[in-house]
């Protein structure tokens, strides 16, 4: 037994982005006709509309825009707005039905038993999650080698069980959110290609110290920030401030991986 359930999003507490309006949206694009959009989803003529009008009028920006006139007598077609909507949508559908197949996979309908449901709704204490993109998985007897490229483009590795890529599927080209502790990541000011552990370029963009840590945060480029405590006495040693470059060093074996 499966679980199932739609994806609708709300706006002024009206329902907005249904899953049926979304099918009509892409119909729309790709036939440039609210007509045969409605033929093809099938909906009735008065029902797109509808749809339409109501889409246009909960969103702050149009959604939908008719064309009337011409020489092929006007269309209608999907704003630049609109379009952003449809990829956000897609993306939150993903994510939707990742959620509901871990949800089925914890859960026993039929006989009542939810097995560990709440590690669904779990929180991390680690401060460093951030997402990535695989391009590569080298497997071996026991151990993995994940390659991650971040938003930057700058590459993680990430070495896990093997057993662990097998559980969460991870393959080429998905998402998957990179998790590792504040304490693991290490700080240096000089660039040492020969180093083992990843080493992420960044800027210092905050610092906050107390009697024994400093907590250093480091920009490594396209709005990926990552955290690192160290001890007070060896950030006076470092002479870090903000604005300083360095580098980000984390192990690959303290580099957790979660979807």
Known sequence: ?????????EMLGKPFLLEKRIELLH????HGSISKAAKFVPMSYK???????TMNSLSPEPIVHRETGGKDGGG?????YGLTLLENYAVLKEEHTRFLERLSEF??????????IGRLAMQISARNQIQAEVISVESANVNAKIHLKLKSGQVLVSVITKEAVENLHIEENQTVTAIFKSSSVLLSTLEDEKS???RLKGIVSKIDTDIENAKVLVD???????VSVVSKDVFEK??????????????SNDIMLGK
């Open 220 to 226: 490594i480029g396209n709005h990926d920030t990552i």
């Open 76 to 80: 209608t077609t999907i704003t630049a």
């Open 238 to 251: 470092m002479e870090l401030k903000e604005g300083s470059s360095v580098m980000a060093m984390i192990k």
């Open 1 to 9: 037994m499966e679980l199932t359930s739609a994806l609708t999003l």
């Open 196 to 198: 083992e552990e990843n």
């Open 27 to 30: 119909a729309i694009e790709e």
């Open 47 to 53: 029902s797109a509309w509808e749809a339409v009008d």
């Open 107 to 116: 859960t026993d309908i039929q006989s009542g038993a939810f097995k560990t």
